[in-house]
């Protein structure tokens, strides 16, 4: 089974190129890496001098990145959506499934459930040939949903799986006492049933990237020395705990900037530290992408996944 890690915080701390820094250094300690971005901006074909795409791209021989289109995997979200629908309730004419589907591609928590989808389907078909699959993801806002979305999704699943078995033992009764019924010709179990199948795959699904989310990763957290970055930090803590996901590591890039004596908050303090070089000029080579020094990180990450 791969190592999964993710790099959080507030659009701009340095995400990118932290996480960038990170997978390389654990490709040159002899790891198979894989690294995925989820970041919409897409800069990290840029740090790694690579134009990528939604398929692995070799960048060094033990190296690969990943490009996560979010359009793509809307759209495929959607059209799966759609198609089940459409095999479950062809008996709904009445209902404009396609009309329905494109307002829904621009509603709340479609852009989530396309990323977990995304997620799930490099961790499931890609993991499997890495060592370690890094995410470089999102600002905080959309990260820290698709993150709650296996526990929050996983209860509403839970209450329609039971609302079906209802509606399944309804139907069993009326055909019991009315065998001429037009139910009774319906009436199957709930092991035969398409519905409650379905929702029985999606539960389990969810199950599964909750279990990554909660106990698989090495969940990371970077911030700036200024107060706007420390406290998105603090929320990102809070609602990890929320959820019952561990944080990892706290990551203070720019450390050059400022005096970052406040930045040491109480409640990161007591989670492992790591400090990282700022650089002005920016990344124009792997090789000062080596010289933002993450291997201190990837050393700690390395005896994490040694010991468990």
């Known amino acids: 089974m791969n190592d999964t890690a993710f790099f959080l915080g507030k659009g701009g701390v340095g995400k990118t190129t932290l996480s960038g820094a990170f997978a390389l250094s654990l490709a040159r300690k002899d790891k198979k890496v894989l690294i995925a971005s989820l970041d919409p901006a897409h800069n990290l074909g840029d740090i790694l001098g690579t134009r990528l795409s939604g398929e692995p791209i070799t960048i060094e021989p033990r190296l690969d990145a990943i490009e996560v289109d ?4 809307v759209d495929k979200y959607l059209n799966e959506s759609r198609a089940q629908m459409k095999a479950n309730y062809s008996y709904n004419t009445a209902f404009n499934l396609d009309s329905f589907f494109n307002i829904m591609k621009y509603s709340p928590g479609t852009e989530e459930y ?16 890495y060592d370690i699959v890094v995410f470089d993801t999102p600002p905080t806002a959309l990260s820290l949903r698709f993150l709650s979305l296996p526990v929050i999704s996983g209860l509403w699943v839970k209450e329609l799986r039971q609302l079906r078995e209802k509606i399944l033992s309804k139907r069993q009764t009326v055909a019991r006492i009315n065998p001429e019924s037009p139910i009774a010709a319906s009436c199957i ?7 409650y199948g379905q929702l029985k795959n999606i539960g389990l699904r ?3 990237l909750e279990l990554l989310f909660a106990k698989e990763s090495f969940i990371s957290v970077i911030v700036n020395p200024d107060r706007l970055s420390v406290d998105e930090a603090l929320r990102i803590q809070e609602e990890l705990n929320r959820l019952g996901i561990p ?3 706290v990551c203070i890039n720019k450390k050059g900037i400022s005096d970052m004596a406040w930045a040491q908050h109480p409640s990161l303090a007591g989670y492992p530290q790591f400090d990282f070089d700022f650089t002005r000029e920016g990344i124009s080579s792997r090789e000062e992408l080596m010289a933002v020094g993450a291997q201190a990180l990837a050393a700690h990450f390395l005896n994490r996944a040694g010991n468990q």
């Open 114 to 129: 396309a990323v977990l989808w995304a997620i799930e389907d490099i961790h499931c078909r890609l993991g499997p040939l």
């Open 247 to 249: 944080l990892s590591a």
């Open 206 to 208: 969810l199950s599964r």
């Open 70 to 73: 979010l359009a793509y995997w």
């Open 189 to 195: 179990d709930k092991d035969e049933d398409k519905v």
